[in-house]
C-alpha cells in the first residue's frame, strides 16, 4: 500500500523568499514520486517527476524535488517565489510498473507582495 | 498540446435530475480515472479504467453513479439521480500503458451544483 502526507494544508511566503512544500510518502515497493499544481478553476498539471536515476529533478516554473529515500520524503522548493505561483500543490506517489497514483491532501501556496 | 476534453465545463441541475459528464482522453492513452474534488474530502478516485474495462470503482456510490467507457476516445460519469451533496468539481485523467512512470495528464473538470 501507498500512502502520501502533505505537511502544512496552508503556507505563506513573500514573494522572493524561498518556497519549501513538504511531502513524505510511505510505500511498500520502489515508488515513482509526483508534484502537481492546480492553479483556480483549472485541472492539475504535471510540474515534475522522480522515477529513476537522478534524485534531484527540475521541473516547470523554477521548481525542483528532491527524493530522499531515507526520509521517504519528495520536498519542493524554488529559491524565489513569484505572485504567479500561488496555487495548490499535491504530491502523489505511485509504484513502479503500475497505473495507479495516490495524491496527497494538497497544501495551498499563498504569495504575499 | 495532447489534451484530456471535458464537457460540460459547468452544470447546475435540480436535485432527482441525471447528469452526464463526458470525457475524451488523449489519443493512445489506454488508462482514464474519474476523481471528485471537493473542499472537505479534497481528490477522491471514484474509478479508473484500463483499454475500456473498468479496474477498479471502489470510491463510486453504486446505487446512484455508474462509469462507462463506449469506445477509445469517450468516457462517461452518470449520477442518477443527483443530490446536493453530489456538488463538486470532476475530473477525469488519462495515462498510457504504465502510467505512474508517466504520470497522469487531467482535464479542466466540470463544476457540478446541485440544487
Known amino acids: 500500500a501507498q500512502s502520501v502526507t502533505q505537511l502544512g494544508s496552508h503556507v505563506s511566503v513573500s514573494e522572493g523568499a524561498l518556497v519549501l512544500l513538504r511531502c513524505n510518502y510511505s510505500?511498500?515497493?520502489?515508488?515513482?514520486l509526483f508534484w502537481y499544481v492546480q492553479y483556480p478553476n483549472q485541472g492539475l498539471q504535471l510540474l515534475l517527476k522522480?522515477?529513476?536515476?537522478?534524485?534531484l529533478v527540475k521541473g516547470i516554473n523554477g521548481f525542483e524535488a528532491e527524493f530522499k529515500k531515507s526520509e521517504t520524503s519528495f520536498h519542493l522548493t524554488k529559491p524565489s517565489a513569484h505572485m504567479s505561483d500561488a496555487a495548490e500543490y499535491f504530491c502523489?506517489?505511485?509504484?513502479?510498473?503500475?497505473?495507479?497514483?495516490?495524491f496527497g491532501a494538497g497544501t495551498i501556496l499563498r504569495v504575499k507582495s | 498540446d495532447a489534451r484530456v476534453t471535458q464537457t460540460p465545463r459547468d452544470k447546475v441541475t435540480e436535485m432527482g435530475q441525471e447528469v452526464t459528464m463526458r470525457c475524451q482522453p488523449i489519443?493512445?492513452?489506454?488508462?482514464v480515472f474519474w476523481y471528485r474534488q471537493t473542499m472537505m474530502q479534497g481528490l477522491e478516485l471514484l474509478a479508473y479504467?484500463?483499454?475500456?474495462?473498468?479496474?477498479?470503482d471502489s470510491g463510486m456510490p453504486k446505487d446512484r453513479f455508474s462509469a462507462e467507457m463506449p469506445d477509445a476516445t469517450l468516457a462517461t460519469l452518470k449520477i442518477q439521480p443527483s443530490e446536493p451533496r453530489d456538488s463538486a468539481v470532476y475530473f477525469c485523467?488519462?495515462?498510457?500503458?504504465?502510467?505512474?512512470?508517466?504520470?497522469?495528464?487531467f482535464g479542466s473538470g466540470t463544476r457540478l451544483t446541485v440544487v
Open positions: 502523489a506517489v505511485g509504484p513502479q510498473g503500475g497505473n495507479k497514483l495516490v
Open positions: 510505500s511498500s515497493v520502489p515508488p515513482y
Open positions: 522522480y522515477t529513476t536515476g537522478a534524485t
Open positions: 489519443l493512445g492513452h489506454n488508462t
Open positions: 479504467f484500463r483499454n475500456r474495462a473498468p479496474l477498479d
Open positions: 485523467a488519462s495515462a498510457p500503458t504504465g502510467g505512474s512512470v508517466y504520470g497522469y495528464t
